[in-house]
């Protein structure tokens, strides 16, 4: 009976400590921590007017609960939405205080709604987590020198605008749509998206701006002049470059119903590059057209299908790119796509009429940041005795090479301090640290900063020559 009772006990403690566990996770998932706990105010019900004080957080916890008129962010302020409640935003005139370039923070579990359009003149950040939802019924305008948007949930807005000179940064992990036009053209916007963006008009960005898709992106698409980086599938009825320093670089696929106008050439300068490692579909009734590169990968191969013939007259083509004209399948010719040399010059290693692969064949890829630059590599584990195969604990992607150096630490031009190791990478017997670093396979570009992986030399085990001497053992000792 004592051990039976002895098992019941564990076993009941057993599923207290997991019902615990289980309401934690609730209690995070929901929300509930967050807005419950260093709420300066709670529920403040429905107003007029709202000033959210500087440095206070305001808590709302059930309910739908409205402001009518004006609404202004202090400085350090911030608003915490639960799971089980709703804001709603009335009119939304910002008349009632100036905030610009104050620092704001919305954290959203349930609903935050905009009936109308709204300008942000302060630096928002609005964290949409999972279930949570923001809503713009308006237009909306970001005129704050920052603005971060980390969604988790589900983002509707009308037409985004953003101000002269700001910056916008979006991390996009579930769902986000714009039911009009991204109009960021006139600051610097640095989006990735790696889930769902659908844009039904045209997003719009800068030259000094990026946009990453390592998810599934649907909508037109104007670079001007900047850069795209696609890990995803991106479906599009238009892509306009923009520009001569304009770059788009395809590591999956891109479907295309309309057509590429690329950004220019300039013989011995800047020239848009549209750089395919993957498969590039253009529809029946879409081309490629202007001035500009197609550059294809050093190794492997990237493909496009197109119906019809280019109508680029400057440029330069491949290497490791193949077209195909479905229709005629194998007996694509060169003539069937290109204008003659050598204004359009074609490399050898360009091939016409293959088999374009199925999508799912193609290499794994890696996710830039949002600013399009290779993320930092995560080593695990970041420890090694020597030797050790410094390969080994590299992983393998389509668009990112992998470096080891001496330092991790970057120059002012952004290159790796330090010393690159090229010798003994599988057979590295130097102890110290060694930095493992990232580097975009066709622009060079590299990781922020390197991961340091500390290299410990091998334990030496000597053999003791020590003998134990039973003689001094008493017999029957114990």
């Excluded at 349930?110 to 949409?128: A, D, E, S």
């Excluded at 695990?380 to 992607?397: G, R, W």
């Amino acid at each position: 009976m004592g051990i039976q009772f002895h098992k019941k006990a564990k076993s009941s403690r057993y599923y207290v400590i997991l019902l615990l566990i289980t309401l934690c996770n609730l209690f995070a998932e929901n929300g509930l921590a967050q807005c419950t706990t260093g709420c300066d105010i709670t529920d403040p019900g429905n107003v007029s007017d709202y000033f959210y004080t500087a440095g206070k957080k305001v808590c709302y916890t059930n309910g739908i609960q409205t402001v009518s008129n004006s609404v202004g962010f202090g400085n350090g302020g911030s608003i915490c939405i639960s799971k089980d409640a709703t804001l709603q935003i009335e009119t939304a005139n910002n008349t009632l205080i100036d905030d610009t370039n104050n620092n704001f923070t919305i954290d959203v579990y349930g609903k935050l709604i905009f009936k109308g359009g709204y300008n942000f003149k302060c630096n928002i950040t609005i964290n949409v987590y999972e279930k949570g939802s923001f809503s713009m019924e308006g237009d909306v305008t970001f005129k704050g020198s920052s603005t971060t948007i980390i969604n988790n949930g589900t983002v509707t807005t009308q037409t985004i605008t953003l101000g002269n000179g700001s910056t916008i940064t979006i991390d996009n992990h579930l769902d986000m749509f714009v039911n009009g036009n991204m109009n960021l053209t006139a600051g610097t916007a640095h989006y990735r998206n790696f889930s769902n963006l659908s844009v039904a008009s045209s997003y719009g960005s800068s030259a000094t701006s990026t946009y990453v898709n390592c998810g599934t992106y649907t909508g037109q698409f104007n670079l001007g002049g900047g850069k795209v980086f696609n890990t995803g599938t991106f479906t599009t009825s238009q892509i306009d470059m923009g520009g001569v320093k304009a770059r788009f670089e395809n590591y999956k696929k891109v479907i295309l119903t309309g057509n590429l106008n690329m950004g220019g050439y300039v013989s011995g300068g800047d020239t848009s590059v549209f750089y395919n490692a993957g498969i590039v579909n253009v529809g029946l009734y879409g081309n490629i057209q202007a001035d500009g590169n197609l550059i294809g990968p050093s190794t492997g191969k990237g493909y496009f299908e197109l119906y019809n013939h280019t109508t680029i007259n400057h440029g330069r083509i491949g290497p490791n790119l193949n077209f195909t004209i479905p229709t005629k399948g194998s007996a694509t010719l060169r003539s069937d796509i290109f204008n003659g040399e050598p204004e359009v010059h074609v490399q050898s290693t360009v091939t016409f009429g293959g088999t374009t692969p199925d999508e799912s064949t193609l290499p794994a890829t890696e996710c830039p940041s949002t600013d399009g630059t290779p993320e930092v590599p995560v080593l695990s584990p970041n420890k090694a005795c020597t030797p050790v195969d410094l390969t080994s604990l590299q992983s393998k992607s389509s668009n990112v090479t992998f470096e080891w150096w001496t330092a991790g630490t970057a120059k002012a031009d952004k290159t790796p301090n330090g010393t690159k190791i090229t010798t003994n990478l599988t057979n590295y017997t130097t102890p110290g640290t060694v930095y493992l670093w990232a580097k975009n396979v066709s622009s060079g570009v590299y990781s922020k900063t390197g991961a340091a992986l500390t290299v410990n030399p091998k334990p030496i085990i000597k053999a003791s020559s020590s003998a134990v001497d039973f003689s001094s053992i008493q017999k029957g000792s114990t």
